[in-house]
């Protein structure tokens, strides 16, 4: 059975940084990328970016790509998201979940992870 | 960037119809995928690639594959296909998704 389990609440200071983890079981670890979402309280799904667990790179949202980072760990089939400089308003669950391709064009993203809540506060 | 445009909420009646929209640039070109999110849980795909289903979602739902807008149909909607409904593209330009601002369904 395929499921992705994230991390736990954190709860950080302005200008912190936060680092949220997605565990995966039950399939090829290097076979599929991993995607990040975050939903802020009461707002919709904001893409963040992903990683391609095979070859490593990324592609960041461009409202990220100064403050967030996407790793993955091979050996304990764990992907990573930071986030630095965290602001008040990036207070919202933040959500991995698993890409999958029928065709370069055609991606879609499943499970997902039971997300972590981020809270951002002095 | 993509911009993808959805009605803010749809109510209907249980038993009838639901038309879920999707409006973009060239939609009728792309890949669109659906996600269901019910209240207090995480989204979960309901159709991939315009008019797949995944396993487990009902045959209720049905995906339009081409024309602006696209939409996810619900029919003989139940009180359990309440909650925020959104779309997603891929932007192969960019290398980006982009999800639609959603849809909150209502089951009156």
């Known amino acids: 059975q395929v499921q992705l389990v994230q991390s736990g609440v954190e709860v950080k200071k302005p200008g912190a940084s936060v680092k949220v983890s997605c565990k995966t079981f039950g399939y090829s670890f290097s076979s599929h990328g991993i995607s990040w979402v975050r939903q802020a309280p009461g707002q919709g799904l904001e893409w963040m970016g992903w990683?391609?667990?095979?070859?490593?790179?990324?592609d960041y949202a461009d409202k990220f790509l100064d403050r967030v980072t996407m790793t993955a760990d091979t050996s304990t089939n764990t992907v990573y998201m930071s986030l630095t400089n965290l602001r008040p308003d990036d207070t919202a669950v933040y959500y991995c979940?698993?890409?999958?391709?029928?065709?370069?064009?055609?991606?879609?993203?499943?499970?997902w992870g039971q997300g972590t809540l981020v809270i951002v506060s002095s | 960037s993509y911009v993808l445009t959805q009605l803010p909420s749809v109510s209907v009646a249980p038993g009838q119809t639901a038309r879920i929209t999707c409006g973009g640039n060239?939609?009728?070109?792309?890949?669109v995928n659906w996600y269901h999110q019910k209240p207090g849980q995480g989204p979960m795909l309901v159709m991939y690639d315009g008019g797949a289903r995944p396993s487990g979602i009902p045959q209720r739902f049905s995906g339009s594959t081409s024309g602006n807008p696209a939409t996810l149909t619900i029919s003989r909607v139940e009180v359990g296909d309440e909650g925020d409904y959104y779309c997603q593209v891929w932007e192969s330009a960019n290398h980006h998704w982009v999800f639609g601002g959603g849809t909150k369904v209502t089951v009156i």
């Open positions: 990683i391609s667990v095979n070859t490593g790179s990324t």
């Open positions: 979940a698993r890409v999958n391709w029928a065709t370069v064009e055609a991606g879609w993203f499943d499970p």
């Open positions: 060239k939609i009728g070109g792309k890949s």
